[in-house]
Every structure is written in structure tokens, then in C-alpha cells.
């Protein structure tokens, strides 16, 4: 399975609902696609919802920091919630959760931002 997201926004900011592999190819241009659209439109707060993300291989890592570059280069914020075991045991792994703002459901993330 391919990935998926869908967009909605909560009280001004963007969140990203992902669906599925964040992998090398598909899932990784999907969701640099995604990011930059919104980018492009002005959006500087954004949240990436990994609740149904189920795998995640290095190049989607890749993508998450590019994601994550991008949009703190344009002086936004971007931020993860709802990782599921086995995305936060890789975060740990590659130390990237010390990188990533994670917020552990959508009230904290939505209200995290200033």
C-alpha cells in the first residue's frame, strides 16, 4: 500500500493525515509533493498526523527532514503526533526525535503552536 494523506484544518493550522508507507518513491514524493503545495500557498503551520503510518524506510526519513527543513527555512513550524510504536522506536534509533517537535495527540499539537 501506497501512501495516502488527506488535508484539514484545525484552528489555523494545517494537519497532514497520513495513510500508509512513507517509502522511496510514491510515498516519499507524495509527501514532499503535499508539503511544498502548502508551502507554496503560505501555510507555516503544519502537523504531520503518523497514526496510520506503518513503515517507514530511510529515504521517508529523508523526506520527513526535507519536510521539516523546508518549512522551518520559511519560518514556519512543522511537528509530528501520533507515531505509533514502531515509528518512534526509529525516531529513537536515528536520534531524530530530538529533531522532530512530537506531540503525543492533536489538542497538544494544535495548541503547541504559539
Known amino acids: 500500500m501506497s501512501l495516502t494523506l488527506k488535508t484539514r484544518e484545525v484552528s489555523g493550522v494545517t494537519i497532514l493525515d497520513l495513510t500508509g508507507k512513507i517509502t522511496l518513491g510514491e510515498g516519499g514524493k507524495a509527501l514532499r509533493d503535499e508539503v511544498r503545495a ?5 501555510v507555516r503551520k503544519m502537523v504531520l498526523n503518523l497514526a496510520e503510518v506503518s513503515y517507514i524506510d530511510s529515504s521517508g526519513l529523508g523526506e520527513l527532514v526535507s519536510a521539516y527543513t523546508a518549512t522551518k527555512n520559511l519560518g514556519g513550524e512543522l511537528k509530528l503526533m501520533n507515531l505509533t ?11 531524530l526525535l530530538t529533531v522532530f517537535d512530537v506531540k503525543e495527540d492533536e489538542a497538544a499539537a494544535v495548541a503547541s503552536f504559539g
Not at 38 to 42: E, S, V
Not at 85 to 95: P, Q, W, Y
Open 38 to 42: 502548502h508551502l507554496a500557498k503560505g
Open 85 to 95: 510504536h514502531k515509528v518512534r522506536d526509529l525516531l529513537v534509533i536515528t536520534k
